[in-house]
């Protein structure tokens, strides 16, 4: 469950299926009134939201109290996606309020080139085996520097080790322990951010840990997602809503009995083929 957005335009919110994959249902709007409105048109078609045991979505209190209301069994996980998100965020807003406010310091440790400094954002958000040779000569020596960055990229990396200790041992209680001892280093950090950070993870506990758990991640999704991007960009915006909803569920929603293309293929007489206009 995700919102999807065009720029200055009203919002959509998709259900999706992701073991079948396919999407179930979209609607106008992103409150807790599109987790009601999935659960009648479920009602509608013979489906019990009763039976549906797991939601896996953003961390968007409004989806959580439709489900609290419409998906009575269910419980939630944070998608993984959104979690790494969110640090990734806490850490570009620690770089970019310490070069704006401590920008002597920043020089002493990376040096006065601003090349070095402007390949240092994407630096960061990769990882190690994606990074050229300047940005591996930044990382170098953010690493060894005494920055606020270079502790907000320790804790970003070690947010993203967290989750695939837990991918690989699918535990619940080794998650647990290890997403409590790093929600305790970033309340120690200092770093304004990531203590936010902390205390959001803190508060969904629960539900972060089911997140990282049984491979659960909203990566369909993000893909489906990228492919409703792509219609909105090739049909240069859609004029209403309903009209994205409408090329929503015919690009992803698996339809059967559709009527059938009006255009005739092709008709082979002898070896070549001949095009016929209806």
């Given at each position: 469950?995700?919102?999807?957005?065009?720029?200055?335009?009203?919002?959509?919110?998709?259900?999706?299926?992701?073991?079948?994959?396919?999407?179930?249902?979209?609607?106008?709007?992103?409150?807790?009134?599109?987790?009601?409105?999935?659960?009648?048109?479920?009602?509608?078609?013979?489906?019990?939201?009763?039976?549906?045991?797991?939601?896996?979505?953003?961390?968007?209190?409004?989806?959580?109290?439709?489900?609290?209301?419409?998906?009575?069994?269910?419980?939630i996980?944070?998608?993984?996606?959104?979690v790494?998100?969110?640090?990734?965020?806490?850490?570009?807003?620690?770089?970019?309020?310490e070069?704006?406010?401590?920008?002597?310091?920043?020089?002493?440790?990376?040096?006065?080139?601003?090349?070095?400094?402007?390949?240092?954002?994407?630096?960061m958000?990769?990882?190690?085996?994606?990074?050229?040779?300047?940005?591996?000569?930044t990382?170098?020596?953010?690493?060894?520097?005494?920055?606020k960055?270079?502790?907000?990229?320790?804790?970003?990396?070690?947010?993203?080790a967290?989750?695939?200790?837990?991918?690989?041992a699918?535990?619940?209680?080794k998650?647990?322990?290890?997403l409590?001892?790093w929600i305790s280093?970033?309340?120690?950090?200092?770093?304004q951010?990531?203590?936010?950070?902390?205390?959001s993870l803190?508060?969904?506990f629960?539900?972060?840990?089911?997140?990282?758990?049984?491979?659960?991640?909203?990566?369909y999704?993000?893909?489906?997602?990228?492919?409703?991007?792509?219609?909105?960009?090739?049909?240069?915006?859609?004029?209403?809503?309903?009209?994205?909803?409408?090329?929503?569920?015919l690009?992803?929603?698996?339809?059967?009995h559709?009527?059938?293309?009006?255009?005739?293929?092709?008709a082979?007489?002898?070896?070549?083929?001949?095009?016929?206009?209806?």
């Amino acid at each position: 469950m995700r919102p999807v957005c065009a720029k200055g335009k009203a919002c959509i919110s998709v259900v999706h299926d992701l073991q079948a994959p396919r999407l179930l249902f979209a609607c106008e709007g992103r409150d807790h009134q599109s987790v009601l409105d999935f659960a009648d048109e479920l009602k509608a078609h013979g489906g019990q939201p009763e039976q549906i045991e797991h939601v896996c979505q953003d961390m968007s209190a409004a989806y959580a109290k439709g489900v609290g209301l419409a998906l009575p069994h269910a419980q939630i996980s944070y998608d993984r996606f959104h979690v790494i998100a969110m640090a990734h965020e806490a850490m570009d807003k620690e770089r970019r309020a310490e070069i704006r406010e401590q920008p002597q310091a920043v020089s002493q440790a990376l040096g006065d080139e601003p090349k070095l400094v402007q390949s240092l954002g994407w630096a960061m958000r990769r990882n190690a085996d994606g990074w050229s040779a300047r940005q591996a000569h930044t990382m170098h020596w953010l690493q060894r520097s005494t920055l606020k960055m270079a502790r907000a990229w320790r804790l970003k990396v070690a947010l993203q080790a967290v989750y695939a200790a837990a991918a690989k041992a699918n535990d619940a209680a080794k998650a647990s322990a290890e997403l409590k001892g790093w929600i305790s280093w970033a309340r120690r950090s200092r770093l304004q951010e990531f203590k936010k950070l902390a205390a959001s993870l803190s508060g969904r506990f629960d539900a972060v840990v089911r997140g990282m758990l049984d491979n659960r991640s909203n990566a369909y999704v993000e893909a489906m997602n990228g492919l409703l991007q792509q219609a909105k960009r090739a049909a240069r915006g859609f004029k209403t809503a309903a009209n994205f909803i409408a090329i929503a569920y015919l690009r992803m929603s698996k339809l059967k009995h559709l009527p059938a293309n009006p255009l005739q293929p092709a008709a082979p007489i002898g070896n070549r083929l001949v095009h016929r206009c209806v």
